[in-house]
């Protein structure tokens, strides 16, 4: 009776052809202000069978690597999208998962801190969407008149209250 030797191979060859087929990754490096950011996406569907979570098409892994000031920071994060690879390719999904980060920058943050919205008091019935509702319009309005410093507009418009009103067509000067 001979006994097998397991495989000195880092994968044997059935799964390192099945990685090949169902994995997929897509980096990019970038120079924003003094730092260079390199973020590698890997997205896989080898992990969908094992997960008790509906709808699963993908996992994903993302790794954020920064340089700056001669320092290196790494970060990673993970997610679970319902979007296949016959959808969403790991170059999609980078892309994807960077837009989302550039609303939450552009709006978010905006909404949270220059309108103070985390710290407003205003908690009952239907007030706090409406004034949500009302902050994004805002929000809006500045943006598509080529505003990109909000807090500063904000300032503006509040020392030239008349001149807003003017501008939005409800006082007539």
């Known amino acids: 009776m001979t006994s097998r030797r397991p495989s000195s191979r880092p994968?044997?060859?059935?799964e390192e052809r099945r990685r090949q087929q169902e994995d997929d990754t897509a980096r990019t490096?970038?120079?924003y202000g003094g730092r260079v950011e390199t973020r590698t996406l890997w997205a896989t569907t080898r992990l969908n069978d094992y997960l008790d979570w509906p709808d699963v098409g993908?996992?994903?892994r993302l790794e954020r690597v920064v340089k700056r000031n001669g320092e290196q920071t790494r970060?990673?994060?993970?997610?679970?999208?319902?979007?296949?690879?016959?959808w969403a390719d790991a170059e999609v999904l980078?892309?994807?998962w960077r837009g989302h980060w550039g609303i939450e920058n552009r709006l978010h943050w905006v909404r949270d801190v220059t309108l103070g919205e985390d710290a407003s008091r205003i908690r009952t019935a239907a007030a706090p969407?409406?004034?949500?509702g009302l902050r994004n319009a805002a929000i809006s309005l500045?943006?598509?008149?080529?505003?990109t410093n909000i807090a500063e507009a904000l300032r503006e418009n509040l020392y030239h209250v008349r001149s807003l009103l003017a501008k939005l067509g409800i006082l007539n000067l």
Do not use: D, K, N
């Open 11 to 14: 994968f044997p060859p059935y």
């Open 58 to 60: 993908q996992v994903c």
């Open 75 to 86: 970060e990673v994060a993970y997610a679970i999208t319902s979007a296949g690879p016959e």
């Open 94 to 96: 980078r892309q994807w």
């Open 142 to 147: 500045l943006r598509l008149s080529g505003v």
């Open 29 to 31: 490096t970038g120079r």
């Open 129 to 132: 969407e409406v004034l949500a």
